[in-house]
């Protein structure tokens, strides 16, 4: 590249936990004969035959397809869940327990004091608080439930220890011998939603970057790299404040992008006099576990539902596809729950996704309706910048003293760590804790020994407000009609979704839900002033103003993390919509199917989710192609130009073009922005970027294309100077021969496992990580194979799973999960789906009685025990 300047973000997923000594004692354990055998196999459950499970009242069947899917059926909704803890364990308890750890702010229990840092900051947002007060505000019968679900995992565990509950077990044990899980609660199952919503919050990111971004750069060159959403070019989700469901432009003009970036957002406080404290708050959100996936550019979901109009079948066709982090075992277990005869005792006959550890469906359809989800993305998280002084802070001209509590951290093999967590009425202060604050607090304390004033940051979030969340996952199961759908909607505060809904009387529908903040002034673009309440939090939005639709005249909806309301909605949402590149691109391939009198099928819709096209491409790609027929292009330049030439812009597995143009892009990105911007700002690649740099394309002079270090003076000579390294680079990684070239040979796949897959230790990465698979895709498509430009090719984001379902024939529905059902190392459903995943194919997806006894593979009855 044009300069090897160092990339600071760095995406931590993992805990480096095992020394050199255990590696080698773990290596004496699987080389052992039959006892190494006998140890990886003991944890992979029973799935046939009968077992007596305590609490059930009467007998449970487990049906497992092919792909050791399971499906339940039972007589009373109580026993159902009880039976859906159970399996739960049975397949995933490892992750169930690593998931709760990490949301209590408890890692350091099982890991030591390397999590102490991780264990503070979570403490410091307390989930755990949260969702013990969220479990206080459940209704009597989701209780109920979540007691079941509870009941149900310890039923597994009074059974089960040590490796027999997870390989993963045995190899803690060399390092923390003494440590046994502890009985699962209703709080453990709520405090997962903490998680999903911090990963899914939306913009905090965006906040960071552009008060990071000030300190180096003009207002108005913050906003060039931050602009608006190009609702003249991209379609939104609804009509509503102007907006144009149905935009579709193949290859967006570059102009038409640049007169609709954002105006600039001037902070309120010089971000130079809070620099090092927004460098901590980023290195302690970047540090964290990834539960869900990375946030910030790229990371996203399609969802889109066709009415019966348009489809083969005279009913609706509803599709979704997550984008997560890449995960071992996938974020995701499939199942089904099925009340033996459906009732108002036992009203439950749903199958879909759900999260292990949680009870109920999250994502599927029940005998009466289909939901899916993407993140609608809302500014739901806001940083304060505080003057604080001593023990109190300043808030409209008055010193109000800090609320103060204390967490203690148990930390296996070492000292137990006691923190104090300080918060303003914002929220919790997130830059003073930790080795850094005290630095901090030393560089500022005042003489004589007063204390003087410290610029903090506090952090609003709405997801630290107990709400219902807990409760409407059930009345999604349950819903029977559009009404009592959005009724359930209407619970589900955080994170806030776009949920697309169908139903077998053909109606479709989009609902926004969520806890959305009111603010008192600001957009929610950068820190702002806490010690005035001209920038407080001043209400939500109230669900019935926020974005809804109900059988569009168009008889389809899109959803893409796209702007869902157009620019005279008269709330805020969000100024960080995903620039609709997806949306843009499914809203295409729907308009000429229609266009062609296609009647829609459920393949086709998989042929969508597999789409490859790339937007940034389209654009870029010709004006290479010009430039590299000037006279003075190099010969590296002349080959790139006629390499692309033939390109069709899709980042097809096998593609030359897509390779070349994948290194390219990195490039240009590095040389254009690297020796402008602060470092934690490198650019990653994703559609915001895809939106600055065709913004740039017409404007050639700008100042963004000159680097004197390069030579470059101009659009032309950077592209050119871009091209000319690219072409170089890319002989390096895939050889000289550029009919060999192939981008699946660069974006790979390797599945890591959540915990222990970054350990360091070779035997223990062997142990749990699968892969490379070699895959097409790539950051904002369709098919969103997501890579990060500051670190390399591979993919990091993805489709989490893919799902199309068929109001017609719900057996005639098709899904497939990134991974498999088991979370269990060597377990033949470990990572048997990841083929399917990779080559965008999907399972049958049985849902009646009839089709799960035809698909049954093996049939566990779990009996009421004596």
């Known amino acids: ?33 039959g006892v190494g055998v006998w140890t990886v196999t003991r944890s992979f459950p029973q799935t046939a035959g009968s077992v007596d499970v305590p609490g059930l009242t009467k007998p449970v069947t487990v049906y497992r397809d092919a792909a050791g899917i399971p499906q339940l059926e039972a007589s009373t909704a109580d026993d159902l869940f009880r039976a859906q803890g159970y399996v739960h364990a049975q397949d995933r308890f490892w992750e169930m327990d690593f998931r709760r750890h990490v949301t209590a702010g408890r890692l350091s229990e099982m890991f030591g004091a390397s999590q102490v840092p991780t264990d503070t900051f979570i403490r410091t947002l307390g989930w755990r608080q949260v969702a013990e007060q969220e479990v206080k505000l459940l209704d009597p019968t989701a209780l109920r439930y979540y ?17 027999e509950l997870s390989l993963e077990y045995a190899v803690l044990g060399l390092q923390n011998p003494a440590y046994r899980p502890e009985p699962w609660t209703p709080a453990d199952s709520v405090a997962w939603l903490k998680a999903m919503a911090w990963d899914l919050r939306s913009n905090l990111e965006d906040e960071i970057d552009r008060a990071l971004l000030a300190t180096k750069l003009k207002p108005e060159q913050v906003a060039e790299l931050h602009p608006g959403y190009p609702y003249t070019g991209h379609p939104t989700i609804t009509d509503q404040g102007g907006g144009e469901p149905r935009t579709v432009t193949p290859d967006a003009d570059p102009g038409a992008i640049a007169s ?46 066709i009415g019966g109009a348009h489809t083969a079948s005279g009913k609706p066709l509803l599709a979704n596809d997550p984008h997560l982090g890449a995960a071992l075992p996938s974020v995701w ?104 604050y005290a630095v901090i ?27 219902t969340t807990a409760n409407a996952i059930f009345a999604f199961d ?96 969000t100024a960080d919509w995903d620039q609709g590149y997806r949306a843009n691109q499914i809203e295409l391939r729907l308009s000429q199917l229609f266009g062609e009198g296609k009647k829609v099928t459920a393949a086709d819709m998989s042929a969508i989710q597999s789409d490859t096209y790339d937007a940034n491409a389209a654009n870029l790609v010709p004006v290479l192609r010009e430039v590299a027929r000037k006279p003075d292009a190099s010969a590296n330049l002349q080959q790139a130009a006629s390499l692309l030439a033939d390109w069709n812009y899709r980042d097809d597995a096998k593609s030359a073009g897509a390779a070349y143009f994948a290194v390219f892009w990195r ?98 990465e062997w142990l749990f990580n699968r892969g490379p698979w070699h895959v097409g895709g790539g950051t904002s498509v369709v098919d969103a194979t997501g890579w990060d430009a500051t670190l390399g090719y591979e993919v990091g984001r993805l489709p989490s799973m893919r799902m199309v379902v068929d109001l017609a024939d719900f057996d005639a529905s098709t899904w497939v999960n990134l991974t498999g059902a088991s979370g269990h190392a060597f377990d ?14 999907t399972r049958p997806w049985p849902f009646s009685t009839a089709a799960l006894k035809k698909a049954a593979d093996q049939t566990l009855t779990l009996r009421p025990a004596l």
């Open 260 to 305: 609709s970036a954002g105006a600039a957002s001037t902070p309120s406080v010089d971000p130079a006099a809070y620099a090092s404290q927004l460098e901590q708050v980023a290195a302690n959100v970047d540090a964290l576990p990834r539960l869900i996936g990375p946030a910030g550019d790229g990371i996203g979901s399609n969802s889109w539902v």
């Open 441 to 467: 607090a030393k560089d500022q304390a005042g003489k004589m020994g007063v204390p003087a004033p410290q610029f903090q940051l506090s952090l609003a979030w709405t997801a630290l407000t107990p709400g």
């Open 667 to 764: 490039e240009l990105l590095n040389d254009m922005f690297a020796r402008k911007l602060p470092a934690a700002t490198a650019p990653t690649g994703g559609d915001r970027w895809f939106t600055v740099v065709g913004s740039l394309l017409s404007e050639p002079d700008s100042p963004w294309w000159v680097d004197r270090h390069l030579g470059t003076t101009d659009r032309d000579t950077m592209i050119a100077y871009a091209a000319d390294q690219a072409w170089g680079k890319t002989r390096e990684l895939l050889g000289g021969d550029p009919a060999s070239w192939r981008w699946d040979r660069l974006h790979t796949l390797t599945l890591e496992n959540a915990s222990l897959g970054e350990s360091g230790v070779a035997p223990i």
């Open 333 to 436: 277990y499939q199942m089904g729950l099925h009340c033996a005869t459906v009732s108002a005792a036992c009203p439950f006959d749903v199958a879909g996704f759900s999260f292990s550890g949680f009870p109920g469906i999250i994502i599927g359809h029940n005998d009466r309706i289909s939901w899916g989800f993407t993140n609608l993305g809302p500014d739901v998280a806001d940083l304060f910048v505080e003057k604080v002084t001593g023990n109190t802070y300043e808030y409209d001209g008055k010193q109000v003293p800090l609320q103060k509590r204390t967490e203690h951290i148990h930390v296996a093999g070492g000292a137990d760590v006691t923190i104090t967590v300080r918060s303003t009425l914002h929220g919790p202060i997130v830059t003073d804790i930790g080795d850094a």
């Open 478 to 573: 349950t819903a029977r009609d559009w009404a009592s759908f959005r009724a359930a909607a209407q619970s589900f505060q955080v994170p806030s979704q776009n949920l697309v809904y169908a139903d077998v009387d053909g109606n479709i529908g989009y609902q926004a839900p969520g806890l959305i903040p009111i603010r008192a002034a600001g957009d929610g673009t950068v820190p702002v002033p806490g010690w005035t309440s001209q920038y407080g939090w001043t209400g939500a939005i109230p669900f019935e103003r926020l974005p809804s639709d109900y059988d569009p005249p168009s008889g389809y909806i899109v959803t893409a993390n796209n702007a869902a309301v157009g620019p005279g909605f008269p709330a805020l949402i």
């Open 1 to 33: 590249m044009g300069d090897d300047t160092p990339r600071l973000r760095r995406h931590h997923r993992v805990l480096r936990v095992i020394g050199g000594v255990l590696a080698v004692l773990l290596v004496l354990v699987v080389i052992a004969g």
């Open 828 to 841: 033949a459903h470990y990572t048997d789906q990841t083929d399917l995943w990779a080559t965008g194919r």
């Open 147 to 163: 007691q079941d679900y509870a009941d149900g995992v310890n039923a597994y565990l009074k059974n089960h220890s040590g490796a």
